[in-house]
């Protein structure tokens, strides 16, 4: 699948790449980062830095343009299991065994379309900080940050609360172990705050719920828009600090242990749980998909939509 013009997708030939021969069973659709791709907002700037690992086209278009694909590996050392690759949404590629990691038994074909996502989780779980005991707040119920908050309610004693103007997001944030708030509801002083929902009403949020000398993770990318966000007042005297987390990299004090592969690994292990089997929202087979992929990726209520092969 090809994104060819703003609002605009197409089934065409593309490259197969080279290495062992994997047929595609599931792919999953990141809603945030595909659809910015697909608006053709990404900025000139950023345009080697957002490429995705296998990407064919260029920025903003034509493209091909994905990274969480399972599939059956034909070839190769894992011939004959399920694998997980970082590639884009096509019926079959070739990888380097390197490039392909084989699924944990445990873990359903259907469910690891959300590996990549659950690394980009954990990836912000490190960079936030979190530790157990702390009072964690998650703004934005988006895949991400319900992946996130899941994450963070394994932590003992944490106090997970998940925010979001999507009230019908309030069932599925208690089942990912945290409490759902509307933003009016929203408890301020919390030892975390973690920003997922890539809007300025939520970034500035973050910032009056933060505690004294308290990090906020922004770990939405806005692509070219402009944030406004008010830095005096509080934001001074409480001498809180913005970092950003993207997954693009390991944060620094892991670095020398972790490989991306080690990190993508145990994204797929942390995965052997049913209950987020409720982070898939919707499923469409590969040769429907370009014709309905404009309305997922504007659909709010879309978390992860799975393309079955």
Same mark, same amino acid.
């Given at each position: 699948?090809?994104?060819?013009?703003?609002?605009?997708?197409?089934?065409?030939?593309?490259? %197969?790449?080279?290495?062992?021969? $994997?047929?595609?069973?599931?792919?999953?659709?990141?809603?945030?980062?595909?659809?910015?791709?697909?608006?053709?907002?990404?900025? +000139?700037?950023?345009?080697?830095? %957002?490429?995705?690992?296998?990407?064919?086209?260029?920025?903003?278009?034509?493209?091909?343009?994905?990274?969480?694909?399972?599939?059956?590996?034909?070839?190769?050392?894992?011939?004959?299991?399920? $694998?997980?690759?970082?590639?884009?949404?096509?019926?079959?590629?070739?990888?380097?065994?390197?490039?392909?990691?084989?699924?944990? +038994?445990?873990?359903?074909?259907?469910?690891? $379309?959300?590996?990549?996502? %659950?690394?980009?989780?954990?990836?912000?779980?490190? #960079? !936030?900080?979190?530790?157990?005991?702390?009072?964690?707040?998650?703004?934005?119920? @988006?895949?991400?940050?319900?992946?996130?908050?899941?994450?963070?309610?394994?932590?003992?004693?944490?106090?997970?609360?998940?925010?979001?103007?999507?009230?019908?997001?309030?069932?599925?944030?208690?089942?990912?172990?945290?409490?759902?708030?509307?933003?009016?509801?929203?408890?301020? #002083?919390?030892?975390?705050?973690?920003?997922?929902?890539?809007?300025?009403?939520?970034?500035?949020?973050?910032? &009056?719920?933060?505690?004294?000398?308290?990090?906020?993770?922004?770990? &939405?990318?806005?692509?070219?828009?402009?944030?406004?966000?008010?830095? @005096? @007042?509080?934001?001074?005297?409480?001498?809180?600090?913005?970092? &950003?987390?993207?997954?693009?990299?390991? /944060? /620094?004090?892991?670095?020398?242990?972790?490989?991306?592969?080690?990190?993508? !690994?145990?994204?797929?292990?942390?995965?052997? #749980? #049913?209950?987020?089997?409720?982070?898939?929202?919707?499923?469409?087979?590969?040769?429907?998909?370009? +014709?309905?992929? /404009? +309305?997922?990726?504007?659909?709010?209520?879309?978390?992860?939509?799975?393309?079955?092969?």
């Amino acid at each position: 699948m090809w994104i060819t013009a703003p609002d605009r997708a197409q089934i065409r030939p593309a490259d %197969m790449g080279a290495g062992s021969l $994997v047929t595609t069973l599931f792919t999953g659709i990141s809603r945030g980062t595909e659809r910015l791709v697909l608006s053709g907002t990404i900025p +000139d700037s950023e345009h080697d830095r %957002m490429r995705a690992p296998f990407q064919q086209g260029d920025f903003p278009f034509p493209v091909k343009y994905g990274y969480s694909a399972v599939g059956q590996a034909t070839e190769g050392a894992y011939a004959g299991r399920a $694998v997980f690759a970082l590639y884009p949404h096509q019926d079959q590629f070739r990888l380097p065994d390197d490039a392909l990691i084989p699924l944990p +038994d445990a873990l359903p074909p259907e469910r690891a $379309v959300l590996a990549a996502n %659950m690394e980009t989780a954990l990836n912000i779980l490190w #960079d !936030s900080g979190a530790g157990a005991g702390d009072r964690i707040t998650v703004i934005g119920a @988006g895949l991400v940050g319900l992946l996130v908050a899941h994450l963070a309610a394994r932590l003992p004693g944490a106090e997970v609360t998940v925010i979001d103007t999507q009230t019908a997001r309030a069932d599925i944030a208690t089942r990912m172990g945290g409490t759902f708030a509307t933003p009016e509801d929203a408890q301020a #002083d919390q030892d975390i705050v973690i920003h997922t929902s890539a809007s300025q009403a939520g970034l500035v949020q973050a910032l &009056s719920l933060a505690a004294p000398q308290a990090t906020i993770t922004e770990a &939405s990318w806005h692509g070219a828009a402009q944030i406004a966000l008010p830095l @005096g @007042g509080a934001f001074h005297s409480r001498r809180l600090r913005i970092v &950003s987390s993207q997954v693009g990299s390991v /944060p /620094p004090e892991r670095a020398p242990r972790w490989t991306l592969r080690r990190r993508l !690994s145990k994204a797929l292990d942390l995965l052997a #749980d #049913d209950r987020l089997d409720h982070l898939i929202s919707g499923e469409t087979s590969f040769d429907r998909v370009a +014709d309905a992929y /404009p +309305d997922i990726l504007a659909d709010p209520a879309t978390l992860c939509h799975r393309i079955t092969y």
